[in-house]
Nanobody, 124 residues
Framework: QVQLVESGGGSVQAGGSLRLSCAASGRTFRTYGLGWFRQAPGKEREFVVAINWSGGSTYYADSVKGRFTISRDNAKKTVYLQMNSLKPEDTAVYYC?????????????????WGQGTQVTVSS
């Protein structure tokens, strides 16, 4: 069992930065791949970025490539999402997820555990 708690959301102006954190509980954290998804108002939840169990492989949605960076610290059982050059279209609730998606890192049903979400609002 893994429990995930996101933090670090907030309001920022376009061009600004935020760093989200997702702290996990559970002894098997280091065996899980981790992903960030987001859901904007009136839209379906979408994949943002994922990282494999070792941190050696990362996968990004085209919309965030070059602006967002995912990393993980298995000793701290935490995954981070550094978001730079934020745009109003990045406004959404951001969810952390853990699972063993393999190469299906963009598929929600491949993730077994989800956090409660943290709001990110980017104003123009």
């Amino acid at each position: 069992q893994v429990q995930l708690v996101e933090s670090g959301g907030g309001s920022v102006q376009a061009g600004g930065s935020l760093r989200l954190s997702c702290a996990a509980s559970g002894r098997t954290f280091r065996t899980y791949g981790l992903g960030w998804f987001r859901q904007a108002p009136g839209k379906e939840r979408e994949f943002v970025v994922a990282i494999n169990w070792s941190g050696g492989s990362t996968y990004y949605a085209d919309s965030v490539k070059g602006r967002f960076t995912i990393s993980r610290d298995n000793a701290k059982k935490t995954v981070y999402l550094q978001m730079n050059s934020l745009k109003p279209e990045d406004t959404a609730v951001y969810y952390c997820a853990a699972g063993r998606p393999g190469l299906d890192y963009g598929l929600e049903f491949k993730y077994d555990y989800w956090g409660q979400g943290t709001q990110v609002t980017v104003s123009s």
